[in-house]
């Protein structure tokens, strides 16, 4: 990705934050500066200050989504204590997870922003899986087999989130049911949703 976010301020976090509500609105092409200082309670002159161009924004939010991702990742899997826990509790995020990042119709709002997002996206996410799951990849029956390494079976979690959140399935239910099959778990959830 880009470089960093600048560093955390109240206020830098709200502007972050609230982008995500009006990317959602509005789309990452369509979103104004005005429309985002309004949604995060800052005035214009302080979204400035921090972020002086809409460029500028939309990398630190890119950053700011993936710092969110691997604190959401690393926390789930730190609640739980087995490595099958921890893969199910990873897979429930994969797929919860970026359902609320661009809102319900990521393809209608910009339909390339979001293609480009999920492909910058890919190689980050596979490395934060494969570091925070570490062996807990090991239990997928075709990871152990030798068929797969634990970062393709990361990748291939990821790539069927991704679809789940480009092609909503209308029960996510049964995505989940079908990922943990492939994981070697039980279809039904062993861990709680994390908040």
Known sequence: MSERAPQATPSVEAIL??????????????????????????????????????????????????????????????????????????????????DGLMGPDPIGVDPGHAIRWLDASLEPQVESLVRLLGDAFDAVPAVRRGHLSGEDAAELFLRLAYSHYLFPHPEPEVLLANLRSFAGLSTRSITTAAG
Request: hydrophobic fraction near 50%; avoid cysteine.
């Open 17 to 98: 934050s609230a982008m995500r509500g009006v990317i959602a609105e509005r789309g990452p092409e369509r979103f104004t500066m005005s429309s985002v200082a309004v949604a995060a309670g800052v005035s214009r002159p302080t979204l400035y200050k921090w972020f002086p161009t809409r460029e500028q924004l939309l990398d630190a939010f890119s950053v700011y989504e993936e710092e969110r991702f691997d604190a959401e990742l690393a926390a789930v899997v730190a609640a739980q204590r087995t490595a099958s826990r921890k893969l199910d509790a990873a897979i429930r995020l994969l797929v919860t997870y970026l």
